[in-house]
């Protein structure tokens, strides 16, 4: 079955700081991943998916992912965190079994400090 | 194009009670998919429609059931209201297959 970790349940980092939220999934075959985002009262936006292809993958709002097969990783990058960046983030797996159904990580609340 | 709705945003029912939740779909989309969002479990996937047929389903009670409709609208019921129940219920979207999933903004759901 798949599953996801991540393994921060929160990060404080101050405005401008470059940012790192881990990702690892457990999938015998090559995965769908995505990183969504989650505002407060609000749902999931996609953020970025990798299918196939370049490992490192670009994605909205700065973001940017990189899919490293040894070590079943899927980290998500900011160069630049602005205020605006708090929010929920939750890597999910997908793929399974045929299923394109995601399953979700537990998330990591990111708080940003100005 | 507009996005994902989830009517009602907000709901309080007591224990017992049953529940029903809406879900329209962006124009065009097909597969319907329904997910509870709790502190304790986090997200979990209820299950998807696609095509009025239910296509996959998550580990949840027989309380817990759904339809869809011929325009792609999807309706989710809770019989017999728990406690646990209390949760933000996101409704996603996609043309199916692997294809991005849209979220609505989700029901906030409160069983007293």
């Known amino acids: 079955a798949q599953s996801v970790t991540q393994p921060d349940i929160h990060i404080t980092v101050s405005e401008g700081a470059s940012l790192e939220l881990r990702c690892n999934y457990s999938?015998?075959?090559?995965?769908?991943l995505f990183w969504y985002v989650q505002s407060p009262g609000q749902g999931l936006q996609l953020l970025l998916k990798y299918f196939s292809g370049d490992t490192l993958v670009q994605g909205i709002k700065g973001f940017e992912a990189e899919f490293k097969r040894s070590q079943s990783s899927f980290n998500l990058r900011k160069p630049s965190v602005h205020w605006s960046d708090a929010a929920e983030y939750f890597c999910a797996v997908a793929g399974s079994g045929g299923s394109y159904i995601p399953t979700f990580g537990r998330g990591t609340s990111l708080i940003v400090h100005p | 194009k507009a996005g994902v709705t989830q009517t009602p945003r907000y709901l309080i029912k007591t224990r017992g009670q049953q529940v029903t939740l809406s879900c329209s779909p962006i124009s065009g989309h097909r597969s319907v998919s329904w997910y509870q969002q709790t502190p304790g479990q986090g997200l979990q996937f209820l299950f998807e429609y696609f095509s009025e047929t239910q296509r996959n389903k998550g580990n949840f009670p027989g309380r817990f059931s759904g339809r869809q409709f011929s325009n792609s609208r999807s309706e989710m019921n809770v019989s017999t209201l728990e406690l646990g129940d209390s949760a933000l219920y996101l409704c996603?979207?996609?043309?199916?297959?692997?294809?991005?999933?849209?979220f609505g903004p989700g029901t906030r759901l409160t069983v007293l």
């Open positions: 999938y015998g075959a090559t995965p769908y």
């Open positions: 996603a979207s996609s043309l199916g297959g692997a294809d991005e999933q849209f």
